[in-house]
């Protein structure tokens, strides 16, 4: 779901018109409806006013939940999950957590091929 998408189901969960939601934000209601159009982006204030007046973060707005981003990206949401936390490791913490990603895929690799060599 795109960031239109989502700020106009959002809009329209929150039961209020284009008009409402531009007066609440301070922009002129053609600018709310530019946004759900996907015409235009928001301003960064703009957006911030618009994730307050939606009861929502700006980060839902632009990037939707992790489902979603997980799926658009084509990953499980238990990848993107153990990621979260993996970002969470201070430096050495993530560098050790990349070479051992980096020697499961080698090996994952490495047994593709013999499989396609084998037969």
């Known amino acids: 779901m795109s960031f239109s998408n989502r700020m106009q189901s959002l809009r329209k969960q929150k039961g209020l018109s284009q008009k409402q939601l531009a007066d609440k934000v301070g922009v002129h209601f053609t600018q709310v ?46 990848i993107i999950s153990r990621f979260k936390i993996i970002q969470a490791f201070d430096t050495m913490g993530k560098k ?22 084998a037969h």
Do not use: C, H
């Open 33 to 78: 409806s530019r946004y759900e159009r996907g015409d235009f982006k928001p301003s960064t204030d703009a957006l911030t006013k618009l994730a307050k007046a939606l009861d929502t973060s700006v980060d839902f707005l632009m990037n939707g939940t992790s489902n979603e981003i997980a799926k658009e990206a084509g990953l499980d949401k238990e």
């Open 96 to 117: 050790t957590a990349l070479y051992l990603l980096d020697a499961i895929i080698a090996k994952s690799q490495l047994d593709n091929m013999y499989k396609q060599t």
